[in-house]
């Protein structure tokens, strides 16, 4: 079986007609890698705008070239003794503020570049190798994975979280949550006005019992299951020690069931950061896999296949002096896809 992993990088690195590599002039709905998710873009700015609460934080998150540790710096005074209470209710609005802005951009992403994303090509190629079942990891809150796999197949639609799971098809795994997934509140009734329940439940994020109840809504912004219930964002916020999952555990269990059964592993744009992760590739992958790594030159394939090298990851992979845009355009998957 064939599994493909993505971080930030492949999304960011989606359009074949400007490639990252190449690019210099800015764009408002350009993926955001980590770093770029505070930018000042005119969007990004509208919707940060809507969560008042987290304001204070702001030019914390600008101005930093390592988002994810000034966010667990964050986290870690909400939790520690005694704790900051108010950090609670300002990572709740970042959370807020993750899941509008990115649901809005990845729909203006796919409207400049008219659909077409080196992930539709890059599966289509798989396709013709005969990888009709294959496990689709992706660390991105963004919905273009699941946009290709509907433009290739019109049959397979992402309503519910079942549909995420397929024994003859793409399965497709969001680790760290998704732009339209929600998660049930316990004993909290959904809102009439959205943004009503959206500032109640940040108000109260230090209270709040959240189930593992997951939901699909796309809805902007998520507060409401449709059946009476409210539902705050499930997105991970991007932390340097990444220890939690943001996905149902149906879905983690589906990703271990498959895991020994890998062969061939792709890793487009994910620099192996997450432990979390990493744990579970290493605890269940097979002792024969190999594979390739793509991102973005062969200095940080390397630092990635280093990286789970040390981390006992049992795959022998080759670190790959190319981008996303460039392994696909050049068909450079077809090596690695026709040996299984």
């Known amino acids: 079986m064939l599994m493909v992993i993505f971080g930030a990088g492949a999304s960011y ?9 190449n690019y210099v002039l800015p764009t408002p709905h350009r993926p955001p890698l980590a770093n770029q998710l505070f930018d000042n873009r005119p969007e990004f700015a509208r919707d ?15 101005h930093t070239s ?50 077409i994303t080196n992930y539709s090509t890059l599966l ?33 639609q992402f309503v519910d979280l079942g549909d995420y799971l397929s024994d003859d098809a793409f399965s497709v795994i969001k680790v760290h949550g998704s732009a339209n ?48 219930r409210a539902l705050v964002p499930a997105i991970a916020i991007p932390v340097e020690s990444k220890q939690t999952f943001e996905c149902p555990d149906e879905h983690l269990k589906h990703l271990t069931e498959l895991l020994p059964q890998v062969g061939t592993v792709l890793i487009v744009g994910w620099r192996g950061m997450d432990n979390h992760f ?10 024969k896999v190999h594979g390739e790594v793509v991102c973005g030159n062969q200095g940080w394939a390397e630092e990635v296949v280093n990286r789970l090298t040390a981390a006992g990851v049992p795959a022998r992979l080759k670190p790959r002096d190319v981008g996303f845009t460039e392994y696909v355009v050049r068909r450079l998957g077809a090596e690695l896809f026709r040996l299984r």
């Open 48 to 62: 940060l705008s809507a969560f008042p609460e987290c304001i204070p934080i702001v030019p914390l998150l600008r």
């Open 13 to 21: 690195d989606s359009d074949p007609t400007r490639p990252s590599a």
């Open 66 to 115: 390592a988002i994810e540790q000034q966010l667990e710096r964050l986290r870690n005074e909400a939790t520690e003794d005694p704790p900051y209470r108010q950090r609670l209710r300002q990572l709740a609005a970042v959370r807020g503020y993750l899941q509008l802005v990115l649901s809005g951009c990845d729909e203006r992403w796919l409207e400049e570049v008219r659909g």
């Open 181 to 228: 997934w929600g998660r049930v509140v316990k004993n909290e009734a959904a809102p009439s006005q959205p943004w009503d329940g959206v500032h109640r439940l940040i108000a109260s994020a230090d209270s709040l019992e959240i189930t593992n109840e997951y939901v699909v809504s796309q809805d902007r912004p998520i507060a409401n299951d449709g059946r009476g």
């Open 124 to 156: 289509d190629e798989m396709l013709r190798w005969g990888h009709q079942r294959a496990v689709l990891v992706t660390f991105n809150y963004d919905r273009l994975l699941e946009r290709a796999i509907t433009l290739g197949d019109p049959r397979r």
């Open 278 to 287: 990493v744990e579970i590739l290493k605890q269940h992958m097979g002792p």
